[in-house]
C-alpha cells in the first residue's frame, strides 16, 4: 500500500494550495479517505474526509467554508483545494485510507497513511 501527497508548500495567508494524494495498493474504490494534519507537539487532527462513493464529506468545523475534499477514483486520487489560507493552517497534512466505505474523523478508523507534505501559510 502506497499513499503519496504532494502539492504543499508555502503560501500567504489568503493563498490557495491544492494538495493531492495517490493511492496504490489497495480498492481505492471502495476505501474512505480522509486528510488529517499536524503541528510540533500535538496530535494528529482530522481535517476533511470523503466517502468512497465521493456521496458524502464530513468536514472539521476550523476549515469549513475554506476546504474541500475531492476524488478521482479513475485516477486513485484524492485532493484537499485549500481557499483562504491562514497562519494556523500551518501544518504537516497526512492523507489517510480506511478499510471501509463511509466518513470517519477518528484516526484510529484510518488504516493506511502517506508520510506527509508540509503547508506553511506565512508572509
Known amino acids: 500500500v502506497q499513499l503519496v501527497e504532494s502539492g504543499g508548500g508555502l503560501v500567504q495567508p489568503g493563498g490557495s494550495l491544492r494538495l493531492s494524494c495517490a493511492a496504490s495498493?489497495?480498492?481505492?474504490?471502495?476505501?474512505?479517505m480522509s486528510w488529517f494534519r499536524q503541528t510540533p507537539g500535538k496530535d494528529r487532527d482530522f481535517v476533511v474526509a470523503?466517502?468512497?462513493?465521493?456521496?458524502?464529506?464530513s468536514i472539521a468545523d476550523s476549515v469549513k467554508g475554506r476546504f474541500t475534499i475531492s476524488r478521482d477514483n479513475a485516477k486513485n486520487t484524492v485532493y484537499l483545494q485549500m481557499n483562504s489560507l491562514k497562519p494556523e493552517d500551518t501544518a504537516v497534512y497526512y492523507c489517510?485510507?480506511?478499510?471501509?466505505?463511509?466518513?470517519?474523523?477518528?484516526?484510529?478508523?484510518?488504516?493506511?497513511w502517506g508520510q506527509g507534505t508540509q503547508v506553511t501559510v506565512s508572509s
Open positions: 495498493g489497495f480498492t481505492f474504490s471502495s476505501s474512505a
Open positions: 489517510a485510507a480506511r478499510t471501509g466505505a463511509t466518513t470517519s474523523s477518528r484516526i484510529y478508523e484510518y488504516a493506511y
Open positions: 470523503i466517502s468512497a462513493t465521493s456521496r458524502t464529506t
